[in-house]
């Protein structure tokens, strides 16, 4: 289709009146769209660290050749004096057949045959004639190479005869040896790959019955050239009227066959600015059965939660980092697909930071997680009981000072002075400066869904609410959720089933490794991630760590992980330890705080109920109660007497608090904010 006829945009009445010629045009909503400009120098030779890698690439495989022809050297001469005999031998022959001159013989022969005797006395002259010259001539340059050769050998230098040899030998052999037995074998075998253009495209769209190229309405048309991108090809493709991105999808399988790869090789993305048109990208080979290699976390250096971490390669071999902050973050798959892998790998990055504070649950209870124990603020494996104690007890404690905690940080950065917090939220510096005590937090839940059904139902509902908080509202704190499942579905009676799901839905980042079918890629991935092309379901069971990566940034890229085995995680924890220990921010259990709680604090456990309160003051009464209620294993029996005693004990002042008209003694949050402030910058 003619590019004139695809951007056809002529309408037969006009809808805007015709511009006063006499006036200059006023341009109004310009939209302008860059062209997209290759490098002077490309990327390789650009930067100091880039030209040393690039050299070093260099380099190896030069090295590589030169030791592998240098080995082989001696195999190679003898197969080429070999083959230089025999060419010498084919090279005598030719000339001997040319002085027969063998095409007279035939031509007297068919004379002979057809009874021509005159013609045949003639042939039979010219080839004596023709014969006798020929065999002078062979003589004559047989003589005369002998005597050449006699001479050289007698008279020239031997170096003169290494030069003949070595220019001589390798053609004779060229020519002695048959095309299929080459002398000298490749080091360095290049991949093969089909070479796709636009006829193959073209042939393939057609046969996947997505147009007809006999009809001029139902052609395909392309809206950029076939270039190389990577590993790979890329074109831009427009469909006819009244076919969309949804039919492509459909027809992927068909396109396939059509281009003659692999299903995995074939890679669509919507091209936002139409329906009709989309990109396609085919892959040389399978991009995804290649491993992204180990982890660079090896390295075992101090990272930053500010900053992306890196998660693996896409199918160009690209880099691709996740940005954990401000995000929930899902990943679901079948078993053994690389699931909890990938949640870990997130989680090492997160241990390598000192300044994180870290919970993680498993609730398998298998050993992917066990050795997060070395740095993990509050940790349970497994919901049987431990010699930490109860897993479930320890998890639900947990959840409680998490949403007591994201609320009185909502609370705290909404009175931070402008200057120390100018936009209300969390900062690297607020973070890192234990006078705040906000640190960024990251939960990991491995396994998620079994705690939405342990068996008691009240219980059930509590985890299920909390959770559903969590994932709503604690990324915005600097509290990042990161869950694993292999069960996306909805879990337990119909109301937990339902909180199960507005948790799951409520993940703004989904990482889905290989599922069922296309539906539980949906579930993983998100509503309409398949009319949208990604589908996790057809990657193949061979491919372990592979998944799809949705709502992390614009693209959606299929990602191969980086591999931390768990050797690798062991190293790394030991590592992570060993700088938080440097650092000085070690808590709770990797501590060695008995999370029983047989020591109360009670400043940081009025903090936690204070969400409860609702407004800057509380009562000694109200807080006792409230103590009570959600801590009964620190605080059951505890008077108001006793409450106020520990917490001026801390230097809170009792002070007069009205609340319905009634004043009473109580505690200000203000007191308890600045007692905390007093008591983190002393230790």
Known sequence: MADDELLDTHYEIALDDEPDPGRSPVYVDVVTKDNTRQPVIPAQWRGKDNVKATVKRKA???GHVV??????SPWYATLALLWSAWGLLRLLGRQIRWAWHPELSALMQEAATKGELKEGRTLESQLATRRTARGVMLLIELVALAITGGVMFAVAPRYILVIVGVAFVPLLAHYGRPATM????PAVVRGRYRVINSDVVLRAYYAAGLGNPGKSDQSIGFLSRMERDGEGGRVKVVLPYGKGFGDVIKAREALASGLDVSVSQVFLTRDPESNRSHYLWVADRDPLAVPAGRTPLLRCRQTDIWKPAPLGLDERGQLVSLSMLWTSILVGAQPRQGKSFTARALGLFAALDPYVKLTVFD???????????LIADRCGFGLAMSRDGDPLEIFVEALRELKADVQWRYQRL???????CPEGKLTREIARNPKFNMPVRVVIIDECQEYFDTGDPKLDEEIATLLVFLVKVAPAAGVIVLDATQKPTGVGTQKIAQKFTSFRDNHQVRFALRTGSWNVSDLVLGSGAYSEGYDSSLLLPTYKGVGILRGASDETPTVRTFLADAEDAEKILIAARRIREQAGTLTGMAAGEDMTREARDVLADVIRVWSYVGRQGVQWPRLA???AEHMPEQYAGETPESISALVRAEGVPSVDVKVDGVALKGCRRREIDEAIERRAITR
Do not use: C, N, Q
């Open 182 to 185: 080459p002398i000298v074998t």
């Open 414 to 420: 909404s009175e931070l002075p402008v200057d120390v």
């Open 67 to 72: 030791a592998y022809h240098a080995v082989r």
């Open 60 to 62: 190896a495989v030069t």
């Open 363 to 373: 609730g398998k209870g298998s050993p992917d997680w066990r050795k997060f124990r």
């Open 625 to 627: 109660e409230l103590l």
